[in-house]
């Protein structure tokens, strides 16, 4: 073989193998490609992550049944624990003294210069209807009695760990506020304890 045919053939043959390390190096950047678009999408485990569909939060009474149905006198009654936290019985208390937290609540929802006597009058007339009977007196943010929507509020949805309130239930809304969903009103019901 002349020199010009062994040139020619070494070319040739460099060549194909310059061809067939290009192609190499093209396939090994493709599978590094490949492995990083799917270590993009899949979690350690190894399998491909689906969408996890948004779930509707679970809201008492909207999309979620309501375990306190008639508000007030649903929530207030006599718990598992014994305790009685019935309004009547906490309304008897109250003709003698009301807790100091709670007179607290009662007079920061008050307009300056409402002095609040510390007992609650009687009013057992009031407990046949709860809370609509309690809106007589506590209705009119001019009477001496604190307004009923901002002592609610103030009792329930303040103090943080010491509101039974917001520990036990989360300060949830619609415990109390019940949806009309074809109205869209909003009311509280109301009626005797049970």
Not at 74 to 86: I, M, N, T
Not at 131 to 145: I, K, V, Y
């Amino acid at each position: 073989m002349n020199t010009s045919t062994q040139d020619t053939a070494l070319r040739s043959t460099l060549g194909s193998r310059e061809g067939e390390a290009k192609a190499r190096i093209q396939a090994g950047l493709q599978l590094v490609l490949l492995a990083l678009a799917a270590t993009s999408v899949m979690p350690a485990g190894g399998r491909a992550q689906e969408e996890a569909p948004s779930a509707v939060r679970a809201i008492p009474g909207i999309t979620a049944e309501d375990p306190f149905p008639g508000a007030c006198v649903s929530c207030h009654v006599v718990l598992p624990d014994g305790r009685d936290v019935r309004v009547s019985t906490m309304m008897t208390r109250w003709t003698e003294t009301v807790d100091p937290p709670l007179l607290a609540h009662a007079r920061a929802s008050v307009g300056p210069g409402t002095r609040l006597a510390g007992v609650h009058p009687e009013v057992a007339s009031a407990l046949a209807d709860i809370p609509g009977g309690c809106l007589s007196c506590h209705r009119d943010p001019s009477s001496p009695a604190p307004p009923f929507s901002r002592l609610m509020h103030q009792v329930h949805l303040t103090g943080g760990e010491e509101s039974t309130f917001l520990t036990m239930f989360q300060g949830e809304c619609t415990y109390c506020h019940k949806l009309d969903a074809t109205t869209g009103a909003w009311s509280i019901p109301s009626g005797p304890e049970p």
